[in-house]
């Protein structure tokens, strides 16, 4: 089954850390550049990180700039998110994607409150 499976979304305090994971499966993973995205309660989705086939370059929009890090691993068919330093408005249902074949997975919620 072609998929995307997010993981390790949770509650988290203010300045904490925490490693959400993307689970590929039903293609070939290594070809392909893989984004997560991120949708708070009544806003629209934003890219928070994307990541090509090489793990280089990545690329991040300023709002995680510096505390977002984007990575893979291609033997595992697995894309990581690692988020540091989070704030309350980091809190929201996180998603990966891959454009080229249509796919978005279910999501992961994280919250950032104390």
């Known amino acids: 089954q072609v998929q995307l499976v997010e993981s390790g979304g949770e509650l988290v305090r203010p300045g904490g850390s925490l490693r959400i994971s993307c689970a590929a499966s039903?293609?070939?993973?290594?070809?392909?550049?893989i984004m997560w995205y991120r949708q708070a309660s009544g806003k629209e989705r934003e890219m928070v990180a994307q990541?090509?086939?090489?793990?280089?370059?990545?690329i991040y929009p300023d709002s995680v700039k510096g505390r977002f890090a984007i990575s893979r691993d291609n033997t595992k068919h697995i894309v990581y998110l690692q988020m540091n330093n989070l704030k309350p408005e980091d809190t929201a249902v996180y998603y990966c994607?891959?454009?080229?074949?249509?796919?978005w997975g279910r999501g992961t919620q994280v919250t950032v409150s104390s």
């Open positions: 994607r891959q454009p080229m074949l249509n796919l």
């Open positions: 039903g293609f070939d993973f290594r070809r392909y550049a």
């Open positions: 990541i090509s086939t090489t793990s280089t370059p990545t």
